[in-house]
């Protein structure tokens, strides 16, 4: 099992930027894919983003395409997602979800992950 703890989050007005961390235990061995994924109030869980193990593979819902992105560094055991332009729309609990994967590919749907943090509340205001 991989354990995950989000960070970053905050209110902020619409226009601004944020950081959100997604920590991954140290004990974790082995390759894994992380993917970010939100849920608003009476909504589903979406997905935003995802980043295969080597980082060389990623994707993007089409609501973040060109306003986020999503980075890894293995040596910290760390996944970011860096948020530009929020929206009011962007206004969710943001999660990071983990899968071991022998391959290198970025998964999109959230049944395609087995292991999932706590959450972290972004809250944008207009």
């Known amino acids: 099992q991989v354990q995950l703890g989000e960070s970053g989050g905050g209110l902020v007005l619409a226009g601004a930027s944020l950081r959100l961390s997604c920590a991954v235990s140290s004990g974790t061995t082995g390759r894994y894919v992380v993917g970010w994924f939100r849920q608003a109030p009476g909504k589903e869980r979406e997905f935003t983003a995802a980043?295969?193990?080597?980082?060389?593979?990623?994707g993007y819902a089409n609501s973040v395409k060109g306003r986020f992105t999503i980075s890894r560094d293995n040596a910290k055991n760390t996944v970011f997602l860096q948020m530009d332009r929020l929206k009011p729309e962007d206004t969710a609990v943001y999660y990071c979800g983990a899968r071991r994967y022998s391959g290198d590919y970025a998964f999109s749907q959230v049944n395609d992950y087995t292991d999932w943090g706590q959450g972290t509340q972004v809250t944008v205001s207009s």
């Open positions: 980043i295969s193990w080597s980082g060389a593979y990623t």
